[in-house]
């Protein structure tokens, strides 16, 4: 089963959704990993509470962009109350492979959601160790 989910993390980071910039977006943040230089930023445009639109720009490894790749499509339709409380667990689900064990790899896999929890609470900058993704 791991070898299905590979296959995505691989796809997800060679063909990415919703990959690019938005021309005015109401939600700009950029996150990096100073470990090993992954970056992220998510943009969103945001309409009555509900996430319209959204796309991410970053460089890195394979899991972290796929990563930012796989929550912009849960993203989409989303209120913005509910991606706030979107959780670290239900991103790691949908990358679908154990990371938990391996504390590098699980940075560059929530990636993306802090950058996108950073964004949505208008904070500058998550602590490294932020458990309440």
Not at 6 to 25: C, M, S, T, V
Not at 58 to 68: D, E, L, P, T, V
């Amino acid at each position: 089963m791991d070898d299905l989910y590979q296959q995505q993390i691989l796809e997800h980071a060679k063909y990415p959704h919703n990959f690019g910039r938005l021309e005015d977006p109401d939600i700009s943040h950029e996150e990096h990993n100073p470990l090993c230089g992954d970056r992220v930023r998510i943009e969103l445009l945001i309409e009555h509470d509900i996430i319209t639109d959204v796309r991410f720009e970053g460089r890195g490894c394979a899991i972290s962009q796929a990563s930012a790749s796989l929550l912009t499509d849960e993203l989409k339709g989303m209120s913005v109350e509910d991606a706030k409380v979107f959780r670290k667990e239900e991103l790691l689900d949908l990358i679908g492979i154990p990371l938990t064990r391996n504390p590098t790899r699980l940075k560059c896999a929530l990636l993306s959601l802090k950058a996108l929890k950073a964004g949505l609470y208008g904070i500058d900058h998550l602590n490294e160790d932020d458990d309440d993704l």
